[in-house]
């Protein structure tokens, strides 16, 4: 059965499965960041109806119910990615009131990536849970974000 063209990790793991790189046993880290909107999915959580929040500084690795938006999902997700087996090594509040990121790793060759498309599905189903919508979109919000 030949892969469809699409399918990038069919020839990734070729490469990977090659005895040279297999024998080197290449780690990786994969750092994924991401925004939680309410259930209607056009405002960030922690963003006023009409308009925009404080500037950024204070949500960046924030604490306080008044800075970490979202934290509940965040944390929910990890716990469910290292239950999952998943090599979940961290998370931490993004610049945007409702960003987050974590990271993945370190994985051995071709498993960083089926780890993190692994993990992006268990986000979405927390989040779901939560009420929250998840967006991978890396600037979601024009502007200093």
């Known amino acids: 059965m030949k892969p469809i063209s699409t ?3 069919a020839s990734a793991n070729k490469v990977f499965e090659q005895k040279d790189v297999k024998s080197e046993e290449p780690w990786y880290g994969i750092e994924q960041e991401y925004t939680l ?3 209607e999915g056009n405002t960030p959580l922690g963003w006023p ?3 925009f929040p404080a500037p950024q500084g ?3 690795c924030s604490v306080g119910t008044n800075f970490a938006h979202g934290r509940q999902v965040a944390e929910a997700h990890y716990r469910a990615c290292l239950y999952a087996g998943i090599d979940i090594s ?4 993004e610049v945007m ?3 987050w990121e974590y990271q993945i790793g370190p994985s051995v060759g071709i ?5 993190m498309w692994l993990s992006r599905y268990l986000l979405n189903r927390v989040a779901e849970d939560f009420g929250a919508i998840v967006s991978y979109e890396p600037k979601p919000i024009k502007g200093d974000w």
């Open 49 to 51: 109806n009409n308009g």
């Open 58 to 60: 204070p949500y960046y």
């Open 90 to 93: 961290g998370i931490n509040a």
């Open 111 to 115: 498993d960083s990536g089926d780890q």
């Open 97 to 99: 009131a409702g960003q």
């Open 37 to 39: 909107f309410g259930p």
């Open 7 to 9: 399918n990038k990790r």
